[in-house]
């Protein structure tokens, strides 16, 4: 049942900021878009429209093929970012992202983390489940963003990394 209400109001929340941007744009003001993909060959006017929206407090882009993070330097106000069920192998493109308290990448082929999340400071969820994440050594690297407290290497809808069937996890 979890994953089923998970999936319901996540699409539901996603469904009703569409209408209201769709339907209400001038009577009501929209801070979370969910649309098709980044660089995975989408029009260069589709980048640079998103670099015009510094206000943006939430984005969506889950399953939308996205390869490679980038064009949301000047999202400075962007508090969630969902990068789930993409084709996304580094962690790359959100150093800027300073206000960021929730970012999803789950159900990616990410295997390193490295030092890609260190400007994070304010981050307080982090979704990594279903990637390819197989060593302790790169779950160390999240112990330098203090905010943390919400960390997910396994999640009934995504799956789960290699480090979940390591001894000691």
Known sequence: VKPLTYSV???GIIGLTKYTATYWPKKIRCNALAFG?????QDKDFIKNVE???CLRQL????NRIK???GLDSALNLDKLWLDGNLIEQVDGLSSLKNLTDLNLAANQIELIGISLDNLKSIRELNLAGNRIGSFKEVLNLTRLPQLTYCNFSDPNYGENPICSLCNY
């Open 9 to 11: 109001v996540k699409h």
């Open 37 to 41: 993909g980044m660089e995975n060959n």
């Open 52 to 54: 015009k929206l510094p």
């Open 60 to 63: 969506y882009l889950s399953s």
């Open 68 to 70: 490679k993070i980038s």
